[in-house]
């Protein structure tokens, strides 16, 4: 478990220099240029359902967590409130998104997930499912909420 907090923070770093440096994206850039290697793994301004990102209003607050789900597991229908970046550290997710179809995540995909579109991950395999999730919100604005 160590380990994968390790990769986890590694990632979760990647995705920030990524992110910050705007038209400069050290994953654009080999190791000559920036001091060392980098791959990016996104870069889109859209979700996983083609819609486009939108970003809180507010002072802004950046939350990462490691999200597991055991094997046969599912979390409860909910929504994001706020542009939630996602890597599959472990195990393939599988997340319905109601009329909008379900989708299969695998390890190593990055993704941004669906915004304002209830949805629920499940664990159909027989592993450990893992994710870094990173949560690009602001201060008063619920990263996520329960579906009704």
Request: aromatic share 4%; proline share 5%.
């Amino acid at each position: 478990m160590n380990r994968l907090i390790l990769t986890a923070a590694a990632i979760a770093l990647a995705a920030v220099a990524v992110s910050a440096a705007g038209d400069n994206r050290a994953g654009d850039r080999g190791a000559d240029d920036m001091g060392y290697a980098a791959r990016q793994l996104l870069v889109t301004d859209s979700d996983v359902l083609g819609r486009p990102i939108e970003y809180p209003k507010g002072h802004p607050r950046i939350t990462s967590a490691i999200v597991t789900i055991p094997p046969g597991g599912s979390g409860k229908l909910h929504r994001h409130k706020v542009p939630m970046y996602a890597y599959v550290l472990e195990g393939d997710v599988t997340v319905d998104y109601g009329k909008a179809g379900t989708r299969v995540f695998h390890k190593g995909d990055a993704i941004i997930e669906a915004q304002e579109v209830a949805h629920r991950g499940m664990n159909k395999g027989t592993g450990q499912v893992a994710l870094l999730v990173v949560y690009m919100g602001a201060e008063g604005t619920p990263d996520v909420e329960l579906a009704k």
